[in-house]
């Protein structure tokens, strides 16, 4: 018998003896299982520290005490409502609350001067008067006294809505411009820190932050 004979004959031998083997042979013992929600056991030896989280203190989150110079001040913003100053008014209280807060803001209407005030409201009874002449002034003019009416009636009837529309547009343009003041007044506690009046221009935000910040922050006189 040869070689190769030999290796043919013995390997399936060889293969039984080995299944016979691992059949008697025990199992080894099984690992134990860990649940599928909890870690495994970890020795205590071989725990990692915890790791304690550090808080970082960066300068923005840094409170620097100047937000609260506001608190019991007030600061008026005096405008004139027919000048459309109202947005104007607006964008400076809520930039002023912003920066300062707790400070007070109010807005109020600059009223123009008492003869102008008495003229604006001498103008619509002016205008609704030349309104009603141009309607009914061939029968108003008799009942005053007046047979022939003048003549600037004639003219005014000749045309009498282009009169009546030229007498309710400028009657309104006087009316407006009577009642504008053209103000923007700042006041911080009483005191006035910016005039449109006397500047001729409207305040900047950072100039009227910077004038009122000084305000604020004055020390008082105590006499």
């Known amino acids: 018998m040869d070689r190769a004979q030999l290796i043919l ?8 003896c080995s299944d016979l083997f691992n059949l008697f042979t025990p199992p080894p013992p099984k690992p134990q299982s860990h649940h599928p929600h909890q870690p495994p056991h970890i020795p205590h030896q071989h725990r990692p520290a915890s790791i304690i989280p550090e808080t970082l203190d960066f300068p923005s989150q840094k409170t620097s005490g100047l937000g609260a110079i506001g608190y019991g001040h007030t600061v008026e913003i005096n405008f004139c409502v027919s000048c459309s100053f109202k947005g104007t008014a607006v964008t400076m209280k809520k930039m002023l609350e912003t920066a300062f807060p707790g400070l007070d803001v109010i ?3 600059y009223p123009p001067p008492a003869p102008k005030r008495l003229l604006a409201k001498i103008v619509p009874v002016a205008q609704m008067g030349v309104i009603g002449m ?9 009942m005053i006294g007046i047979a022939q009416p003048p003549a600037w009636f004639h003219s005014l009837r000749a045309n009498r809505f282009g009169s009546m529309a030229s007498t309710w547009l400028i009657g309104n343009f006087l009316q407006s411009y009577l009642q504008s003041s053209g103000a923007f007044e700042v006041i911080c506690n009483g005191e006035l820190v910016f005039s449109k009046l006397k ?6 935000e950072i100039e009227l932050r910077d004038l009122i910040s000084k305000t604020l922050t004055r020390p008082s006189i105590i006499y």
Do not use: M
């Not at 004959?9 to 039984?16: Q, V």
């Open 107 to 109: 807005l109020a209407n």
């Open 199 to 204: 500047e001729g221009r409207f305040p900047g």
């Open 9 to 16: 004959l013995g390997l399936p031998i060889f293969l039984f």
């Open 134 to 142: 141009i309607v009914a002034g061939d029968r108003i003019f008799p």
